[in-house]
């Protein structure tokens, strides 16, 4: 089964978590267009369907967003394209002085089954930290907190609570138990 | 000649400027699908093309956005999500210390003629304010400055120099030269 994604770090955390599972993915690294749409679920679902009529395989995709309350969801579902402007200082910035700091990510998988698309989601909530920590992860790891560490500091540890780990369980789960069937 | 948009102050805008051309423009308020490029050339050629397949007669759309030479072109093509979650404040507050205030609004245009697509650009250089002023036009409107006032303050002024009349200039004065043939 493909993985389908340009980012090397979510194929890195995507690839470690399915080991959990005994599942071997492999990596199609390939860009492929997502379109503006307000929901991840929506742009999950029509990439997939664009992507399916080229890839004739077996594949899952997986977008992402972190999403803060005070922000009316910003950066949400354009998470990428903010990260890679403004930065971890730019939310840090936008949110001084802001004491509801509630967040989440959120990751919604797409998997076309060579005849149909299925969709699945997690989500991990926390907060916003007032500083940048930590090392791990990439994007906005280094200012999200869950249980005072940011997943930046938290090291493979977030692999067991992340979004990501909470879609891939769910659609791992379901692979295997429609396998058994 | 159709206009196809879901944003009320882009029509009345266009609308306006048409006028002076001598040219009519009917609003076809439709919502459409657009995708996820880092180019406002793409987004608008793509979003045409799939447009294109729809629709049978003439018709152009419009992208517009803001890009601040300082936040790496923050909002850019995403200018219209990104307004509606932090908006002008938020802007303001990402560029709170910084001495380097340049920017520009910059339109696309793409009008498909019934065969192919033909792409126009128009662009405006300013300067991010210090406050938000005035209360013409609409979305960034308040906060960019053009020659001391902010387009909102400039009312039909800022239709005299705006990026959405110089791509409609363009585009107007090919129209005419290419029915004068």
Known sequence: MYFITSNEGKFREVSRIAKYFGIEVEWLR?????????????????????????????????????????????????????????????????????????????????????KEIHIFEGKVEGEIATEIRGSGGFGFDPIFLYNKKTFAEMGDEKNEVSHRRRVLEKFFTWLQKSRDL
């Open 30 to 114: 390939m860009d492929y267009l997502e379109p503006q749409c307000s929901e991840l679920e929506e742009v999950a679902r029509i990439s997939a369907e664009i992507i399916s009529k080229k890839i004739k395989e077996n594949f899952f995709i997986e977008d992402s967003g972190l999403f803060i309350e005070a922000l009316k969801g910003f950066p949400g579902v354009y998470s990428s394209y903010i990260f890679k402007t403004i930065g971890n200082e730019g939310i840090l910035k936008l949110m001084d002085g802001i004491t509801n700091r509630r967040a989440y990510f959120k990751a919604v998988l797409a998997y076309w089954d060579g």
